[in-house]
């Protein structure tokens, strides 16, 4: 049995917000027995399925929530308040309710790109299956004026109430800033005079108290101020994983507050799953994906034996040999690729390479295990003749494959742009988008930018990155570094300064700074996309990414398809141009 548990964690994933790795709040539950810890990243679900992974395997139960930005209709603002935009926790209930998460944090990035927000429609439209907590410092309450409530944010919580019935609860934090105190009582009267349950929440940033000081340089490094500065918004010391006695005594006068945390977690009773690859359908009219690829391979065999081989007049005979040996091989892999039901994925790479080759966009030969099918070689999607060079086709495709293959294909580097338009436009931009990646703060990285919110003197700060060469072959964490560097540690022993930089540095090391588009990666979905992973946009782009990287895309059933840029073919591309300016001469193929 527990007493309380945390639902508002922001991790790491709440960039250059959150200093909390989610492995850590899994240990951290089981060291405070905590049965269950909900996740609330600031504007973003990008650790979701993460979450739920790690935390289950550790035997606790995950809520799946976030922090969302809500602009508030000018009937709910009071005159003095020229900020429309506030916060609110939402967690997702059923899998209904994680559905409509991902549906309203994706409209955030979709429909308001400037300000990255919902409006109270959307919000009410997709409200099924949510739990909303009315937030913190950031809150509705931050139209508190003179320690009370205005009218009109009163009226937005009876709204609230309207929508959300029994699920509605008022969110009280206590971490030790005046702002909190005075308005506290505003939000108990509140809560009482609306028959609404409150809740305890504690905003956890970072594990423990001894991370207070390199969160707080982790927040001077986005801001690009100096811990020195005075003039500065500081954060209390109080946002950090508390135990559940520290809890209890924080909140002694209010046990029922805690008492709800426990039974938000009751109401909970779904977690996002690794699930197996769903592979996206290619657009038909009158013939199924099996007759299709099934006849265009049979037609593109012909062509490419034709003129292979061309042997068909001087020798038929042997022509019909070679023929079978070739038809063979292609049934053997159709029956695969069908069994499998991986057509689809064939005819999408294939219609996209056509496109290409067709408006002069150069296309790289083929590598990788893809160079292995003769399917592919056939559809136009490598020009290797797999047979010829002895190559396997199942190590790219085969039933005991655990994950699913793809094709990585090159494409020019100054004609990619125009093939990703192409598949947006076929598709439809819920079915695509590219592929989010995470920077991180690594051991010279770390060093630097900490040293300079400290306000040391560059060269001293370069000096010390300088005994940590650099080596992308063996890429070693800081900590490694201090160990094989005897002269990091004299530093430290001798100047208090030096020391500082390399604790800090080791508590911020690793930690998620930015996000970035993939270099390559690319999905293509079944259905919309944000049915099943969230999608997120720069303000300043129009392209959208899903909010999973990588590895949790594949792990949410996504197929990933690599679109990769390369100078080399746009290179080789210009040179036969001017070899072919007059005449044809030369065909690199």
Not at 214 to 242: M, N, P
């Amino acid at each position: 049995m527990s007493d309380f548990i945390h639902l508002t964690n922001k991790t790491e994933y709440s960039l250059s917000e959150g200093a909390l790795p989610i492995s850590r709040i899994a240990d951290l539950c089981q060291s405070f027995e905590m049965p269950a810890v909900g996740i609330s990243d600031s504007n973003n679900m990008f650790g979701a399925l993460e979450f739920s992974t790690q935390i289950s395997s550790a035997g606790i139960q995950p809520i799946i929530g976030c922090n969302i930005k809500i602009k508030t209709p000018s009937e709910y603002m009071h005159d003095s308040i020229k900020d429309p935009f506030f916060d609110i926790n939402l967690y997702s209930k059923n899998n209904l309710g994680y559905q409509n998460l991902l549906n309203l944090i994706s409209t955030a990035y979709m429909k308001n790109k400037k300000n990255s927000c919902i409006e109270l429609d959307d919000l009410f439209n997709l409200k099924d299956g949510i739990i909303l907590l009315t937030g913190g410092k950031n809150s509705i309450l931050k139209q508190c004026k003179n320690k009370t409530i205005t009218k009109q944010a009163n009226n937005f919580i009876k709204k609230l109430k309207d929508n959300f019935n029994d699920d509605l609860y008022i969110e009280i934090q206590r971490l030790g800033k005046n702002h909190e105190i005075l308005s506290e009582h505003s939000l108990l009267s509140m809560a009482y005079d609306n028959n609404l349950p409150l809740v305890a929440t504690n905003d956890v940033l970072y594990e423990s108290p001894e991370y207070y000081e390199a969160h707080d340089a982790l927040s001077c490094i986005e801001k690009k101020l100096y811990v020195s500065q005075t003039d500065r918004l500081k954060l209390s010391d109080q946002h950090y994983f508390k135990s559940q006695n520290e809890m209890k005594e924080l909140f002694i006068d209010l046990p029922e507050a805690l008492h709800n945390t426990i039974e938000i977690a009751k109401k909970c009773s779904y977690k996002p799953d690794i699930r197996k690859p769903v592979l996206p359908v290619f657009p038909l009219s009158d013939q199924s994906e099996k007759d299709l690829i099934t006849k265009l391979s049979n037609e593109g065999l012909e062509l490419r034996l034709k003129e292979k081989f061309k042997l068909e007049e001087d020798n038929p005979l042997n022509y019909e040999k070679i023929k079978l040996i070739y038809k063979e091989r292609l049934n053997k892999e159709l029956d695969i690729i069908i069994d499998m039901k991986y057509e689809g994925y064939f005819l999408i790479v294939s219609d996209f390479i056509k496109w290409s080759k067709d408006n002069g966009i150069p296309v790289g030969p083929g590598r990788g295990s893809g160079a292995g099918s003769l399917v592919a070689w056939v559809l136009n999607i490598t020009d290797l003749d797999p047979i010829k060079f002895g190559l396997i086709f199942e190590r790219f495709l085969n039933p005991e494959r655990v994950s699913l293959p793809d094709f990585d294909i090159d494409f020019c580097r100054d004609g990619r742009d125009k093939v990703l338009e192409y598949v947006h436009k076929k598709y439809g931009k819920e079915k695509v988008a590219q592929i989010i990646t995470f920077g991180k703060l690594q051991a010279r990285a770390v060093i630097r930018d900490v040293g300079r919110v400290l306000g040391m003197p560059y060269g001293q700060v370069d000096g010390l990155c300088k005994l940590m060469p650099f080596d992308p072959s063996r890429p070693m964490s800081l900590q490694a570094y201090i160990d094989e560097e005897p002269r990091l540690n004299e530093y430290a022993d001798n100047d208090p300064k030096v020391k500082k930089l390399l604790d800090i540095s080791l508590k911020l090391e690793g930690l998620k700074r930015h996000a970035s588009i993939h270099a390559a990666g690319v999905v293509i979905s079944k259905d919309k996309i944000y049915n099943d992973v969230p999608l997120y946009s720069d303000p300043e782009s129009e392209i959208f990414m899903t909010q999973f990287d990588m590895k949790w895309v594949e792990n949410a059933g996504l197929v990933k398809f690599d679109f990769l840029g390369l100078k080399t073919l746009t290179l080789i591309n210009n040179c036969l141009n001017l070899i072919n300016k007059d005449e044809f001469v030369l065909d690199i193929n």
